[in-house]
């Protein structure tokens, strides 16, 4: 059994910075290796993949609307992930989740079916 649970959702100001985490709660060995991603949902439209990190050598993967401003981050055994937002402008408004796999991650985001663990989402509304 798997729990994601997400956290640091909030409303900001543009131009401002959020960090979110992603805390992996589960039964199995501590240093258990784990593809983690992010996906955002604006509301009515559908949803979309953000970044994703395998946590056994830290490889990452951007999609090119998060490159440059966000960053994510995570180490083996610990079971968090961040992601780090700057530079914040009002379309990246949406709702934030993570997911997660115990495979290496996929190359695209298209397969969200990759995911058999997801989180239930936190806020992120930017203002201007």
């Known amino acids: 059994q798997v729990r994601l649970v997400e956290v640091g959702g909030s409303s900001v100001q543009a131009g401002g910075s959020l960090s979110l985490s992603c805390t992996a709660f589960h039964q199995y060995r501590p240093d258990s290796v784990m593809c983690v991603a992010w996906f955002r949902q604006a509301q009515g439209k559908k949803r979309e993949g953000v970044a994703s990190?395998?946590?056994?050598?830290?490889?990452?993967i951007y999609t090119d609307s998060a490159k440059g401003r966000f960053t994510i981050s995570g180490e083996r055994g610990k079971n968090v992930v961040y992601l780090r937002m700057a530079g914040l402008q009002v379309e990246v408004t949406a709702k934030y989740y993570c997911a997660m796999t115990w495979l290496r991650c996929p190359t695209t985001f298209d397969y969200e079916s990759s995911f058999g663990y997801w989180g239930q989402g936190t806020q992120v509304t930017v203002s201007s």
């Open positions: 990190i395998y946590t056994d050598d830290g490889s990452t």
